[in-house]
């Protein structure tokens, strides 16, 4: 199982992605997909499904091109005249695997006015009570800010149990506190009582975690 | 060798699956409402689902000899969805339907407020309509989980001899056992629990009110492994009689306590089943 989800180091923003999609094969497609769905916002639903057979297929950036270019129509969708937040939350309902996890890719790079948060949000809260890998290592990138602590750690201990590698999660040691050792160490628990490891990479983290005492147990 | 499957999710298996469960001596099952992989988005979805557990997969299972019974509620998982507590307030009509026997499945997914709320009130519903309690224990922080749940199921007044608290392992028994309610073990594939464990934990803590069922659904699961832990209780020095007790008596001793259980002429064949007796809880 892999759980790649798009954003090599330094992320790209929607605006470069932009102007490297519309260079190659698919770019006319998607310039006058742009354009339809900032005249009729509700084009999307049809164009945003289109968009990985409409563009080349190589990635950009480490983005899948189909991402990247959902991403572009999703930034269209926002700043359209009739467009904005809300117009995700109905786009989310109806998407597919694919779709949703090129939402959760490209929260964290879309325009906000202040209001998008609300919306974007709980798109977070459904993907990560998912049990697609993808969509929950994705919910966990950098949009995951917004999670309260209660929820990232939920988020984290799900990447655990589900074997998705930590990598995944946005800051990962800057959030990962003595609760979520707490959690992690009772999961460990289980894993023994089961005759199971945990990941090597949740055990380095544990350990992390844990005071100097217990890292000279270990 | 005789089986009651008390947790198995039918709706997600297929027909061969009945019927090695036939060959194998399974004869009764009950099917919790629960999520189905794919996220719910409004009630309506979920009334179809309730239908079909009273409706559909009973009259499926009777065409191999095998008694389906359901238990209803909302589960933990999508009560975290606004646009599914409605639900809340259909469950009350199902759980009004002859074929179920409790409330469930309820408790813990990721424990927050809104599973709080639903957890409370559907117990609530389990004392109005005199119904066991089927409790599911979370996946993750399953030790705090399984002592949160206990709470909420003392607080709610509900006799801790009619809720069993599901998913259970070597580390959240004792407190289970203890509380007075029955211990449910789901022998499932790398997640839960293996026949030989359960072993282990039956010389240990006994055969009452202890519940083994398979969890059977759409992961990768084996609706056989109740019949694989009775098997391994044989070789382990278990009489024919104890395995009985786990595999048969005690789940109908828990769900009898609903006084919807109907195994009458359950080893009957299927063709007897749609205008079959209506006499409760014969063996």
Redesign the interface.
Known sequence: MSATVPGPEPRWGIAELRAALLARDGGDWLRRAEAEVNNHPDAVARLFAEVPRRLAPHPVAGWPAGVAGRAVLLAALLTAPAGGPDRLVDLY?YADSGEKLAILCALPELPDRGELTAVGLPLL??A????DIRLVAAALGPYARHLGP??WR?GV??CV?MGIPLAVVDRLSERADAELAV?LH??A??RL??GRDLPADAVALLRSLSGPTTAREN | MRIFDPHIHMTSRTTDDYMAMAAAGVRAVVEPAFWVGQPRTNPGSFADYFDSLVGWEPHRASQFGIRHHATIALNPKEANDARCTPVLDLVPRYLAKESVVAVGEIGYDAMTTEEDTAFAAQLAMAVSFALPALVHTPHRDKKRGTERSLAVVVESGIDPGRVVIDHLNELTIDIVLEAGCWAGFSIYPQTKMSPDRMVEILKRYGTERILVNSAADWGRSDPLLTVRTGEAMLAAGFTPDDVDKVLWRNPVDFYQQSGRLNLAHVTEPAASFAGSSIARGGQ
Do not use: C, I, V
């Open positions: 309902r809260h459904d990560l009570r998912t049990n209660e929820a939920q201990l799900k149990f959690m009772g999961l628990a289980e009582a089961a």
